[in-house]
């Protein structure tokens, strides 16, 4: 059996996806334009300063696009950044019909690209795919909000709750299918970070391997340690691959640390202690988002996820459920910290989605306290 047809909006939301992680802090849109039912032109966001999405779409169009319909999985821009705005290349191309997932969230597009549409005589039509169009713009929403990257916590457990053996074992709970779909996620991500006892403990590459599907562009998301102290070893192999590592320390970790780590190919980045002694994670989260980075994958240990849900900084979960018992009273579960004291307080996913992967399970949803 053949894949099913796409209709046009869910053609331009692929087109979305495989870009996304490579336009921050633009978003990533997929623009379809189609006339008496064909396909006449295509595109997705570049990264930034390159063109947008419409634009590709209208050039592979050309005169095709006069009394076309768009598809757009986000309002066209209609200011100038560091493109000019993509409304004044719809009216100027002759679009008749302009279909739009959802109003981009940036107050400074906010329903004015649609008016500017509108008052050109185009008929706009607003929803379509709005739901999984949503999900695809939550990061871009929180960042342009608040400035801040918007926060994923990801974890692989076994059915009793734990994420490593006693030993601090932790290869494979999940089989392949599932580490596949870590990779994808870490490829439509900025910036993926973990704690520096998840560094010391598995030696962790926090690389996109080659074999992900989506444009083969070479990007790797920036790799971020919080290490107070400076204990990431200069031989670590995340300091080795391609792409970037950012270590925050305290400002308390001192200068060798810090000398140490930049030769071995790290940037380090000193922050103020938190009250525990550790990184404090406001300043980190500020840091990663005062450089662009809009959506962050953490992906562990415990001793990370529990403080950042202890902070109520945790925004998406994607709990990967392996059919394996490990046992241990000793063994690390995925989110230690301080933890709520009753039940009424603790989190709860909103609008959960389990999907099997492989011989595994994933859970997706939204923490939200009961508080
Ligand atoms: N199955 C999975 O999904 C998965 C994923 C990742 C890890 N793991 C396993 O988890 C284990 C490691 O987890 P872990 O809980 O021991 O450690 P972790 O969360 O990886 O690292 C915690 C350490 O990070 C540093 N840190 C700096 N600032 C922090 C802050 N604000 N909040 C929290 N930590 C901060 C602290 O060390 P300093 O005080 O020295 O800075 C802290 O002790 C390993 O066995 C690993 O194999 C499993």
């Given at each position: 059996?053949?894949?099913?047809?796409?209709?046009?909006?869910?053609?331009?939301?692929?087109?979305?996806?495989?870009?996304?992680?490579?336009t921050s802090p633009n978003p990533s849109v997929g623009a379809v334009l189609v006339r008496d039912g064909v396909v006449v032109g295509e595109g997705y966001t570049l990264p930034p300063g390159q063109r947008h999405a419409e634009i590709g779409a209208l050039e592979q169009a050309g005169p095709a696009a006069r009394g076309a319909s768009l598809y757009s999985t986000l309002e066209p821009c209609c200011h100038?950044?560091?493109?000019?705005?993509?409304?004044?290349?719809?009216?100027?191309?002759?679009?008749?019909?302009?279909?739009?997932?959802?109003?981009?969230?940036?107050?400074?597009v906010q329903g004015q690209g649609?008016?500017?549409?509108?008052?050109?005589?185009?008929?706009?039509?607003?929803?379509?795919?709005?739901?999984?169009?949503?999900?695809?713009?939550?990061?871009?929403?929180?960042?342009?909000?608040?400035?801040?990257?918007?926060?994923?916590?990801?974890?692989a457990m076994s059915l009793d709750g734990k994420i490593a053996a006693y030993t601090g074992d932790s290869k494979w709970i999940t089989g392949p299918e599932a580490r596949?779909?870590?990779?994808?996620?870490?490829?439509?991500?900025?910036?993926?970070?973990v704690g520096v006892n998840t560094?010391?403990?598995?030696?962790?590459?926090?690389?996109?391997?080659?074999?992900?599907?989506?444009?083969?562009?070479?990007r790797q998301p920036l790799r971020v340690v919080l290490d107070?102290?400076?204990?990431?070893?200069?031989?670590?192999?995340?300091?080795?691959?391609?792409?970037?590592?950012?270590?925050?320390?305290?400002?308390?970790?001192?200068?060798?640390?810090?000398?140490?780590?930049t030769s071995a190919g790290a940037e380090v980045f000193?922050?103020?202690?938190?009250?525990?002694?550790?990184?404090?994670l406001g300043a980190a989260l500020r840091e990663l988002g005062r450089r662009g980075v809009v959506s962050l994958l953490v992906e562990g240990g415990g001793t990370l996820l529990g403080s950042l849900f202890d902070a109520g900084m945790v925004d998406?979960?994607?709990?990967?459920?392996?059919?394996?018992?490990?046992?241990?009273?000793?063994?690390?579960?995925?989110v230690a910290g301080q933890g709520v004291a009753k039940m009424a307080e603790a989190w709860r996913l909103s609008n959960p989605r389990m999907q099997p992967v492989g011989s595994d399970w994933l859970i997706v949803g939204y923490p939200q306290a009961r508080r």
């Open positions: 059996m053949g894949e099913p047809e796409l209709t046009p909006m869910q053609r331009a939301l692929r087109l979305a996806r495989q870009a996304l992680g490579t100038f950044g560091r493109t000019p705005p993509c409304t004044r290349a719809v009216i100027a191309a002759g679009v008749a019909e302009v279909h739009l997932a959802v109003i981009d969230p940036n107050p400074r649609s008016r500017e549409l509108e008052a050109a005589g185009i008929r706009v039509l607003v929803g379509e795919e709005a739901g999984p169009a949503g999900e695809l713009y939550e990061a871009f929403a929180k960042h342009i909000a608040t400035g801040l990257p918007y926060v994923s916590a990801k974890f596949d779909l870590v990779q994808q996620i870490r490829r439509e991500s900025d910036a993926v970070m560094v010391l403990a598995d030696d962790p590459q926090l690389t996109v391997r080659q074999h992900v599907s989506g444009p083969q562009t070479g107070s102290r400076g204990r990431t070893p200069s031989q670590a192999r995340l300091l080795r691959e391609p792409g970037k590592t950012l270590i925050f320390t305290s400002q308390e970790a001192g200068a060798e640390h810090a000398q140490r780590l000193a922050v103020p202690a938190a009250p525990s002694g550790m990184v404090d998406k979960v994607y709990a990967f459920v392996a059919p394996v018992i490990i046992g241990g009273r000793q063994a690390v579960s995925p």
